[in-house]
C-alpha cells in the first residue's frame, strides 16, 4: 500500500492506495480514518485501483475551523477525484462515507461510474428530528484529565462492535482520539443533510449493502433502492455497524462483484 498526500482547496488530504485499474475510491464512517479499509484495499487492490482517503477533519487529513458539513466533506472528495485523474471512479462509502458518496454521485452524474452505498442512513426530515430530539451523541464526550473519557467513548460504541473483536474496537478509539474533540462532528454533519433533495439526481448504477446487525442503517435499506432507479441490496450476514473491518473478505467481495458487473455492462465506464 502506498501513503501519500493530494493538494485539496482546502490542504493536505491524506490517501492510501493499492492496486491498478478501474479506480475505486473509498470513504469512512465517523470517526474513522482510511484504517477502516485496511484489511479491504489489498482485496480490492487485487483487480482494481483502491484508494481509501482521510474525510477532511479526520484522520491525518488537513483539519478545518469551520464547522463540517456532507457538502464541506464533499468537496474534499471531488478535489481528490480531479487531482488523481480518477476517471469515471466508483464510489465506496460506508456510514458517513455513504451519505458522502452519494453527494458526490448527485454532483458528478455520469462522471461516476458505480455507488456502493453500507450501512447508508437516509436522511429526510422525519429521521432529522428524530436523530436530533431522540439519539444522544455517540461519539461527543468531554476530555478528562484522567482519560476516563476514553473509556466512555468505548463504552458506548462496544455495543457495537462483535464480542472477542476488541482489536477493531481499538481501531476505532484510536482514530477517534485523534480527533476527539470533533469526534461527533461527521454525525452532525449527516444529521443536516437534506438527502431527500439530493437522492434523486444520482444517476450511477447503485449498490446498497449493509450488515444484518446494523440496526441504525438496516431499516433504511428498502429506501435508498426505492429512490434510486436500479439500485439494488445486498445484506451482510453475522455483521452489524463494523461491517467493512468486521468481515473485509465479504465486504470486499461484494464490491468487486459489482466492480466487474459494471465492467461487463459498459467496459468503458
Given at each position: 500500500?502506498?501513503?501519500?498526500?493530494?493538494?485539496?482547496?482546502?490542504?493536505?488530504?491524506?490517501?492510501?492506495?493499492?492496486?491498478?485499474?478501474?479506480?475505486?475510491?473509498?470513504?469512512?464512517?465517523?470517526?474513522?480514518?482510511?484504517?477502516?479499509?485496511?484489511?479491504?484495499?489489498?482485496?480490492?487492490?487485487?483487480?482494481?485501483?483502491?484508494?481509501?482517503?482521510?474525510?477532511?477533519?479526520?484522520?491525518?487529513?488537513?483539519?478545518?475551523?469551520?464547522?463540517?458539513?456532507?457538502?464541506?466533506?464533499?468537496?474534499?472528495?471531488?478535489?481528490?477525484?480531479?487531482?488523481?485523474?480518477?476517471?469515471?471512479?466508483?464510489?465506496?462509502?460506508?456510514?458517513?462515507?455513504?451519505?458522502?458518496?452519494?453527494?458526490?454521485?448527485?454532483?458528478?452524474?455520469?462522471?461516476?461510474?458505480?455507488?456502493?452505498?453500507?450501512?447508508?442512513?437516509?436522511?429526510?426530515?422525519?429521521?432529522?428530528?428524530?436523530?436530533?430530539?431522540?439519539?444522544?451523541?455517540?461519539?461527543?464526550?468531554?476530555?478528562?484529565?484522567?482519560?476516563?473519557?476514553?473509556?466512555?467513548?468505548?463504552?458506548?460504541?462496544?455495543?457495537?462492535?462483535?464480542?472477542?473483536?476488541?482489536?477493531?474496537?481499538?481501531?476505532?478509539?484510536?482514530?477517534?482520539?485523534?480527533?476527539?474533540?470533533h469526534a461527533e462532528d461527521g454525525h452532525l454533519a449527516v444529521n443536516a443533510y437534506r438527502m431527500e433533495e439530493r437522492i434523486g439526481l444520482v444517476e450511477a448504477?447503485?449498490?446498497?449493502?449493509?450488515?444484518?446487525?446494523?440496526?441504525?442503517?438496516?431499516?433504511?435499506?428498502?429506501?435508498?433502492?426505492?429512490?434510486?432507479?436500479?439500485?439494488?441490496?445486498?445484506?451482510?450476514?453475522?455483521?452489524?455497524?463494523?461491517?467493512?473491518?468486521?468481515?473485509?473478505?465479504?465486504?470486499?467481495?461484494?464490491?468487486?462483484?459489482?466492480?466487474?458487473?459494471?465492467?461487463?455492462?459498459?467496459?468503458?465506464?
Amino acid at each position: 500500500m502506498r501513503k501519500h498526500y493530494v493538494d485539496t482547496r482546502f490542504g493536505q488530504v491524506h490517501a492510501v492506495e493499492e492496486g491498478s485499474g478501474r479506480p475505486v475510491l473509498l470513504l469512512h464512517q465517523t470517526p474513522r480514518s482510511w484504517d477502516e479499509y485496511r484489511d479491504v484495499l489489498p482485496l480490492i487492490g487485487k483487480e482494481a485501483r483502491a484508494i481509501a482517503m482521510d474525510t477532511v477533519g479526520y484522520g491525518a487529513s488537513v483539519r478545518l475551523d469551520v464547522p463540517q458539513t456532507v457538502e464541506r466533506f464533499a468537496d474534499a472528495v471531488e478535489d481528490v477525484i480531479d487531482a488523481l485523474g480518477l476517471e469515471a471512479p466508483v464510489l465506496v462509502g460506508h456510514h458517513t462515507g455513504g451519505v458522502v458518496a452519494l453527494e458526490v454521485a448527485a454532483r458528478r452524474g455520469g462522471g461516476v461510474a458505480g455507488l456502493v452505498l453500507s450501512g447508508t442512513p437516509y436522511v429526510d426530515a422525519e429521521r432529522r428530528e428524530l436523530v436530533s430530539k431522540k439519539r444522544p451523541p455517540i461519539d461527543r464526550v468531554e476530555v478528562a484529565e484522567d482519560g476516563s473519557h476514553l473509556m466512555e467513548l468505548w463504552n458506548r460504541r462496544r455495543a457495537f462492535y462483535p464480542e472477542g473483536r476488541a482489536d477493531l474496537l481499538s481501531r476505532l478509539l484510536a482514530d477517534a482520539a485523534g480527533v476527539i474533540e470533533h469526534a461527533e462532528d461527521g454525525h452532525l454533519a449527516v444529521n443536516a443533510y437534506r438527502m431527500e433533495e439530493r437522492i434523486g439526481l444520482v444517476e450511477a448504477p447503485t449498490l446498497v449493502v449493509c450488515g444484518e446487525l446494523d440496526d441504525f442503517s438496516m431499516p433504511d435499506v428498502p429506501r435508498l433502492v426505492e429512490a434510486i432507479p436500479g439500485a439494488r441490496a445486498e445484506i451482510l450476514p453475522g455483521t452489524g455497524v463494523p461491517a467493512v473491518d468486521h468481515h473485509p473478505d465479504d465486504f470486499a467481495a461484494r464490491v468487486l462483484a459489482f466492480v466487474r458487473d459494471l465492467t461487463a455492462t459498459d467496459p468503458l465506464r
